[in-house]
């Protein structure tokens, strides 16, 4: 069953809203930290795993030159290193340092413990059931997207 138009258009005002809402919530968190909201979300995917500088700005939906202004930060701060990809001499791999692991940890300590605050009054059902349906449309934008991205596929009756 598709989900009608009016429904859609809805969903996309309220992921907006929601988009502002934790911009809101990530600025007033950052204030006082040496790592604004853009270094932040930098440093969690770095955080993921060790990976190339392409790979990292292609995820994050941002160009190759600000993602190095980035990286370049944060290496200057300790949180990050950079070093050849031995598959590929010209490429760079990129993770954190034990500093940054550690940066990273307190990040997102300090931001669950005030997402916490700002939700006392949900219960821890409604909570879960939000994550679940958070992660259920985030996996479904991410798949329409990369297919979107890789274009039509193309049937050759020769093949």
Same mark, same amino acid.
């Given at each position: 069953? #598709? *989900?009608?138009?009016?429904?859609?258009?809805? %969903?996309v005002r309220e992921i907006f809203? %929601? =988009?502002? #809402? *934790?911009?809101? @919530?990530? @600025? +007033?968190n950052s204030r006082g930290m040496d790592t604004g *909201? /853009? %270094? =932040? $979300? @930098?440093?969690?995917? *770095?955080?993921e795993k060790e990976s190339r500088?392409?790979? %990292?700005? +292609?995820r994050l939906g941002v160009s190759a030159p600000v993602l190095s202004r980035h990286? /370049?930060?944060l290496e200057e701060l300790g949180l990050v290193h950079r070093r050849p990809d031995p598959e590929d001499g010209r490429a760079q791999l990129v993770?954190?340092?034990? #500093? $940054?692991r550690v940066k990273l940890r307190d990040i997102e300590e300090h931001r669950a413990s005030t997402l916490q605050e700002y939700l006392r009054e949900w219960s821890q059902h409604d909570a879960e059931e939000t994550a679940k349906i958070l992660r259920n449309l985030a996996a479904s934008l991410k798949d329409s997207a990369r297919a979107k991205a890789a274009g039509p596929i193309t049937h050759n009756p020769d093949h």
């Open positions: 069953m #598709a *989900v009608e138009p009016s429904t859609a258009a809805e %969903l809203d %929601l =988009q502002r #809402a *934790v911009r809101c @919530v990530a @600025v +007033a *909201v /853009a %270094l =932040q $979300g @930098v440093l969690r995917f *770095v955080g500088a392409t790979h %990292l700005a +292609a990286i /370049a930060e993770a954190l340092t034990e #500093a $940054g």
